[in-house]
């Protein structure tokens, strides 16, 4: 299994402003997924992050208003740019299992957000 | 591309009564198939999984799923629940090409009543 920690676990932010969530695994992974849960609602898979080389965006999210970095193999952030009130939500990050456990995704303990 | 579909938004049942919660998917091509759970303010955690092999699969507390495919179907069930098992439930499914991407549904939740 894969260790998930996320920064910040929780904020409030005032709109227009941007915040940088921080995911870090205890070991290497390829892939790296990003989703939003927003309230009493499932999750929506954001992006796909793969180091070196630009992430791959879903349908509907876009890398201006959601930029994300993927340096290393431990290590991603995504960024809410330009936060309104519609952007409050849960982000998680999210890994899969690779070898160990095929297909199954690990997910961090993610990073709830409130845009005022 | 894949999609899933949970029928019942909200399940309440009683203490040591059997459930069932329902999952259907899309896909065109072959798919593993996925029930994470989510208990209230904890993280979400991997439930049950079919990927090959045995239709019915279990979980340690004494969930089961069996995958049909001619009915594009994944339900879970459980013959017995207790107070614990409330929690939301997430029928997920990642299709054989898809490059590990998971696609969930809008997730059942399951409140049991003493």
């Known amino acids: 299994s894969a260790v998930i920690s996320q920064k910040p676990s929780r904020d409030i932010c005032q709109r227009g402003t941007s915040l940088t969530i921080q995911c870090q695994v205890d070991?290497?992974?390829?892939?790296m997924f990003w989703y939003r849960q927003q309230p009493g609602q499932s999750l929506t898979l954001i992006a796909t992050?793969?180091?070196?080389?630009?992430?791959?965006?879903e349908s509907g999210f876009v890398i201006d208003k959601f930029p994300i970095s993927r340096p290393n193999l431990t290590f991603s952030t995504l960024t809410v740019s330009n936060m309104s009130p519609e952007d409050s939500s849960i982000y998680l990050c999210s890994v899969e299992g690779r070898t160990e456990a095929p297909f199954e995704q690990f997910f961090g303990p993610g990073t709830r957000l409130t845009v005022l | 591309a894949q999609s899933v579909t949970q029928l019942d938004s909200q399940v309440p049942v009683f203490e040591e009564a059997p459930v069932e919660l329902r999952c259907n998917y899309s896909s065109s091509v072959s798919v593993y198939l996925f029930w994470y759970v989510q208990y209230p303010n904890q993280g979400l955690q991997l439930l049950l999984k079919?990927?090959?092999?045995?239709?019915l699969v279990e979980s340690i507390n004494g969930f089961e799923a069996e995958f049909n495919k001619s009915q594009t179907s994944f339900h879970l069930r459980k013959p017995s629940v207790h107070i614990s098992d409330t929690a939301e439930y997430f029928c997920a499914v990642s299709e054989s090409t898809g490059g590990f991407k998971t696609i969930f549904g809008a997730g059942t939740r399951l409140f049991v009543k003493a």
């Open positions: 079919y990927l090959s092999g045995s239709t």
């Open positions: 992050a793969n180091q070196g080389s630009e992430a791959t965006y």
């Open positions: 070991s290497q992974v390829t892939m």
